[in-house]
């Protein structure tokens, strides 16, 4: 058993105590350069300016445009009260749409988590392979998600790659339409979501996995833990701050997807995987700027309804370390 | 506190200007009424434009069409013809590049009332009447598309295409068909046909492609030719007839039936327009309602050999009681001109629209194996006999729901998810006709 136990404690604390001391002896000069420090406001602007004129305006015109009539079809901008929000309400496609985003952003989540997870398990050791592998699957994460949609989109078509594999071990022709069913194909849609971005999650749970302190492992072996346990006991828990991470921007990520479904399904078959981001697009696409902003605004509430609580739980799951 | 100051100021400013830039108020050119019948208004194409740059915007199937009169118009007026290609899809992304205030002076558009309405309303396009070789067009072309509200506003320079039948001769041989059916029922007849035939390599004596969409329509689109002529569309636009009411329910629940009778591929949900195009090319299907751009897509299947086209594929117009054409003009069929606030280059825009239907037009028809519009320009001998049986039906044909609905709601998207099973006929009218009305309210139409 190891005795170092309060060395990492120790040597964090030691230069909050160096600053103490030296605050004591020349409080005024401190203060006078903590003052200096605290304002290279000039270095703020323009990152504050592009914030503000590329994120923070746009979002309040998104409000603000979302009451109005704006259109391709008119000269003027006129306010309409609520009439927007009342005939996208009246219409079925809007609710139906927000389901399949929520279905949609679940199974990502899952998806994307559980390959990432367990890439990161098997690729924890650091051996040239492991690196070599890790590379590899960090790969898709910077691919251009529309290549990787078309990618998938040949390879799942019914005369594509994956059925000529199969039909070659099978030794009989198989045509399934993997992008055909109105009831699988969104499960198929958020496993390419979640291939594509599992080597962001896999890097995130090494990360994770690394920061576990060796002494809790050996503790745990001593007392003698199996595998499992091990895992699911000492070091799933520990990774609670990765998995909140990874659980977030999964959902965030995907309730705002548009790309990969765009170039798989394109919302299809039968609408059954039309996110609401292809639906604000195609009414864009219309000349409906009006309504599209109304929907943009739904969305944006919709975001923060599910994903606030969501983090919220994840973060007090954490407290616990 | 200064500084504090100084940066509350700059938050203002900053945020006045970015408030004043997205504007309440969508960016136009100004309204002017132009004298189309005044003697320059077009014009003569030899008019120098040194120092002169067009802008023309073309989409990804459409780049490589003006090619040549590009050439021929920078050799005659040293002007510059700058063309771009713009990423599909093409109306969309047009659409949003406009309404944020990139404008061209030229591009390929949809000569149809539903797209030329928005265009109109902001009064970006400048008015195209009156244009010197309307006279020498063939008939049929001048009413076939680019007017709108009593005036042209797109110029043709090509056939449009014409919604139809194509089919495989070597099937219905085969299958015993000698004569191609007239009207709704005896295609139907004739599908059952083949279907009864079991002739060897036919999965389906239809074909249909609802995994891209677009193609659904057509099958519904066809049936209206009458109605459209008995003036449908103008009812459907004054909101006195609707998508939900018999004669537009009727058809979309006919073409349910084809489906319930298993007349159609197996795969017709997810199945792409390339598989349709290689089915009826192989002789998997008999029969599919499609417009000329699937054809083309079989033409290169078949490396555009004339001689194995014309032995295999054949075309015939169908409607609800007879064989009249649905006209549906597309971007690559016409050209619209755009106002900007420079005189000369709204001028020299004409002028290249005047130089393509004049004196560029035989190599322009030469250079890409199209029929002529122009009766004073002979088309090719190398166009394939399916094409020309379309442009046949333009002059006896119709316009398509696009040419004369005032908006062009998601039809084939509803009528693909019916494909799907996701939505009952009832339900894809339905859809169809909400989207139209929310089109049609932004339009300011009364009766929505």
């Known amino acids: ?321 | 506190m200064k500084i504090l100051r100084r940066a509350i100021a700059v938050v203002t400013a900053v945020a006045a200007t970015s408030v004043a830039l997205a504007g309440c108020s969508n960016p136009s050119a100004p309204d002017s009424g132009a004298d189309t019948g005044a003697a320059d208004y077009w014009p003569a194409t030899d008019t120098n434009l040194d120092g002169v740059t067009l802008n023309l915007w073309v989409a990804q199937n459409s780049n490589k069409i003006p090619q040549k009169v590009v050439e021929g118009f920078e050799a005659k007026t040293g002007a510059k013809v700058q063309v771009t290609t713009i990423p599909d899809p093409y109306e969309q992304t047009v659409q949003t590049k406009i309404t944020t205030g990139d404008t061209p002076d030229l591009a390929f558009w949809q000569p149809t009332a539903s797209m030329l309405a928005g265009f109109v309303a902001q009064d970006r396009l400048q008015k195209l009447d009156d244009a010197p070789w309307l006279g020498d067009y063939v008939d049929g072309i001048a009413d076939a598309g680019g007017v709108y509200q009593d005036s042209r506003y797109a110029v043709l320079y090509s056939n449009p295409p014409v919604q139809g039948v194509f089919y495989n001769k070597e099937v219905f041989e085969k299958a015993g068909i000698t004569e191609t059916p007239k009207g709704w029922d005896e295609f139907v007849d004739t599908a059952k046909k083949i279907k009864a035939a079991n002739v060897p390599g036919v999965e389906s004596p239809l074909y249909e492609m609802a995994g891209s969409q677009w193609g659904t329509q057509w099958a519904v689109q066809v049936q209206l030719a009458e109605a459209a002529k008995a003036g449908l569309w103008d009812r459907v636009n004054t909101g006195e007839e609707k998508f939900t009411d018999p004669t537009i329910l009727g058809a979309i629940k006919n073409y349910q039936a084809l489906f319930d009778e298993g007349l159609y591929n197996k795969d017709a949900g997810s199945a792409k327009d390339t598989d349709q195009a290689a089915a009826l090319w192989e002789g998997k299907t008999g029969m599919i309602i499609q417009v000329n751009s699937l054809f083309n897509a079989i033409a290169a299947l078949a490396s555009n050999d004339k001689a194995a086209l014309d032995q295999k594929i054949g075309f015939f117009p169908i409607s609800a009681d007879d064989n009249i054409g649905t006209v549906i003009p597309e971007q690559n069929n016409a050209i619209v001109a755009f106002k900007s606030d420079d005189a000369k280059r709204e001028a020299a825009s004409r002028q290249f629209i005047h130089y393509w239907l004049t004196d560029g037009y035989a190599d322009f028809v030469a250079d890409q194996g199209v029929l002529s519009v122009l009766t004073s320009v002979p088309s090719p001998d190398t166009v394939p006999q399916a094409l020309i049986d379309s442009a046949a039906a333009i002059p006896d044909g119709v316009g398509s729901m696009q040419s004369l609905a005032v908006a062009n709601p998601d039809l084939y998207i509803n009528l693909a998810d019916m494909v799907n099973g996701t939505k009952t006929p009832e339900e894809a009218a339905d859809s169809t006709q909400q989207q139209f009305a929310q089109l049609a309210r932004a339009q300011g139409i009364s009766g929505f």
Do not use: C
């Not at chain 1, 001391?21 to 300016?49: C, H, M, Q, S």
């Not at chain 1, 309504?291 to 919220?312: D, K, Y």
């Open chain 1, 1 to 321: 058993m190891p005795v170092t136990t309060d060395a990492g404690p120790a040597s964090v604390a030691a230069p909050t105590r160096g600053v103490r001391a030296r605050r004591t002896v020349g409080d005024e000069r401190v203060r006078k350069n903590a003052a200096k420090r605290n304002y290279p406001l000039a270095f703020l602007w323009p990152a504050i300016i592009i914030l503000l004129v590329f994120y923070f305006i746009p979002t309040i015109m998104n409000f603000v445009y979302a009451f109005t009539d704006w259109s391709g079809f008119k000269r003027s901008i006129a306010f309409n009260g609520l009439a927007n929000f009342q005939a996208l309400f009246s219409d079925g496609t809007l609710v139906r749409d927000l389901r399949v985003t929520f279905v949609y952003a679940a199974l990502v989540a899952v998806f994307q988590n559980v390959f990432g997870l367990i890439l990161a398990v098997f690729l924890e050791r650091d051996t040239r392979m492991n690196r070599f592998a890790r590379v590899m699957f960090f790969v898709p994460v910077i691919m251009s998600a529309l290549a990787v949609g078309y990618i998938w989109q040949a390879v799942l078509k019914s005369d594509g790659a994956l059925n000529q594999i199969l039909g070659l071990l099978t030794g009989s022709t198989v045509s399934t339409a993997w992008l055909g069913s109105t009831t699988w194909t969104i499960v198929v849609v958020a496993a390419i979501h979640g291939w594509k971005w599992m080597g962001l999650s896999m890097l995130i749970y090494l990360a994770g996995l690394k920061t576990i302190d060796n002494e809790v492992i050996e503790a745990a072996r001593v007392d003698g833990t199996n595998p499992w346990q091990m895992f699911w006991q000492i070091r799933f828990p520990l990774l609670a701050p990765a998995l909140t991470f990874n659980v977030a921007t999964a959902l965030l990520g995907s309730m705002n997807g548009f790309d990969i479904v765009q170039a798989t399904t394109a919302g299809g078959p039968g609408g059954s995987t039309e996110l609401l981001n292809i639906f604000i697009y195609r009414t864009f696409g219309q000349g409906l700027y009006a309504q599209s902003t109304t929907m943009s605004l739904v969305l944006f509430l919709m975001v923060s309804i599910v994903a606030f609580p969501v983090i919220t739980y994840l973060r007090r799951r954490e407290r616990v370390l």
